[in-house]
């Protein structure tokens, strides 16, 4: 059953399968389909991979798997490149959040430039609107940007909140303006407003008050916190069979 809030939540999975890889994918734990399942359970009403080129954390396999039987909308977000879009058009996740990507980055670190991309994106969208895709594009709060995403012809755009995150003072406010001038455009020009990186508990509290948004793409923070609030748990068991 799909339902419906005013803020939707989009679980990133990836780093469940960043903890699967680091064993080269040779243990069934953890699972990324049974914490989906818990992501579901809690709330979320989106699925978010990220199907990497070098596929250091979601594998082809995942996407099969969550292509096929996930409960919720799944969110897929990759490079714009004629490989990935191949790939999704095959799969038909129900949206593409295409994003930048960089072989040494340690997560995506910016936004897309969709005015220096322009000519190699439109087609690329267009196809994958043909198959009944929504696309959102993954872009920094910034007008020429957002102005670029309308004429492409985006669905959603997706601020990315990981610089504003770790900024303080003046400079975080100065982001967070900036935040709201572009949700406002993006807005009148038909555009759904979501946002993600780097949101945890404090920020979450904050981003609810941009105005006209309708979804927030979290990963990091929240298996983070599934780590700290379920270690205790495990240990316990592991201990009761080691001594039981
Ligand atoms: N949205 C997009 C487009 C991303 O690339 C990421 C990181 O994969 C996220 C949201 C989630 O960021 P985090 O894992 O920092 O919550």
Redesign the pocket.
Known sequence: MKRKSSIRL?V?I??VATLRQVRGGTTSYPSVYQMVLKSIKGGAEQI?I?LREDRRHIQLHDLQLLAKKCPVDLNL?MAATPEMVKIANKYKPEWV?L?PEKRAEL??EGGLNVIKGFRKMAPMIEKLQMRGIEI?L?IAPDLEQVEASYKIGADAV?F?T?HWVLYKGLKKEKEWKRMIVAANRAHELGMRV???????YSHAKLIKKLPHLRE????????CYGLENGLEAAVKKMTTIIRG
């Open positions: 989009g990133n990836d780093h978010t990220h977000e959040c994003v997560t995506t959102s993954f997706e990315h990981g979501h946002a993600g990186h780097g949101l945890d927030v793409n979290i990963g990091h923070a929240l298996i």
